[in-house]
């Protein structure tokens, strides 16, 4: 079985200051490894993935990643947080060697970035 | 690229009526798309699996009878609500899959139950 989890249910982080979403996971075998947002009342944004190589991933809107096996984590960071990336964040993740195979989501975490 | 609509986007109904949500995939064929519920402040639950030309996979705890789900074609997945009930109201969305990797996903439905 695979598990994800987002230890906060929010974060609350200054304009201008660095943000942190956290993520860990389970899963057998490799993982494949996705960050979305959600805006209220809309449908999920792919900010971006891990599948292989470089552990520091680059997504949309200055998000990145790093995937770190040893600790089974994928936490979501940007350096200067802006007002209009408060929103839902979900981390996701899936085992790789299944094609097509079903994304378990984490709880979600609420991020505020104050003015 | 990569754009899944939903359609409708809000939808009120009487209890005991059947409601139908359309999911495509506007710019690519999508082999499998998948069918996601949401309750408030909550998290995305799978409903079902959906491949095109044959039956859906539902997850286990889903009434495959109340929730019906039709993939037609590479760009087209419906799921139907019959006899919606007050409990069935939620956030239904809808992802199709590209390259078997990441899932693109719909706006969402907000269903209300009255």
């Known amino acids: 079985a695979q598990s994800v989890a987002q230890p906060e249910d929010q974060v609350n982080v200054a304009e201008g200051n660095p943000l942190t979403v956290k993520c860990t996971y389970s899963v057998s075998g490799n993982p494949y490894l996705f960050w979305y947002v959600q805006y209220p009342n809309r449908g999920l944004q792919f900010l971006l993935k891990y599948i292989t190589g470089d552990n520091l991933v680059k997504g949309s809107y200055g998000f990145e990643a790093e995937f770190n096996k040893s600790q089974t984590s994928f936490h979501l960071k940007k350096p200067s947080a802006l007002v209009s990336d408060s929103a839902l964040y979900f981390c996701a993740v899936r085992e790789a060697r299944t094609s097509y195979g079903k994304l378990t989501f984490g709880q979600g975490t609420i991020l505020t970035v104050h003015p | ?114």
């Open chain 2, 1 to 114: 690229g990569a754009v899944v609509s939903q359609h409708p986007s809000r939808v009120i109904c009487k209890s005991g009526t059947s409601v139908k949500i359309e999911c495509r995939s506007l710019d690519f064929q999508a082999t499998t798309m998948f069918w996601y519920r949401q309750f408030p402040k909550q998290s995305l639950m799978l409903m079902a699996t959906s491949n095109e030309g044959s039956k859906a996979t539902y997850e286990q705890g889903v009434e495959k009878d109340k929730f019906l789900i039709n993939h037609a074609s590479l760009t087209l997945s419906t799921l139907t609500v019959t006899s919606a009930h007050p409990e069935d109201s939620s956030f239904y969305i809808c992802s199709a899959a590209l390259a078997g990797y990441e899932q693109y996903f719909g706006p969402g439905t907000r269903l209300t139950v009255t």
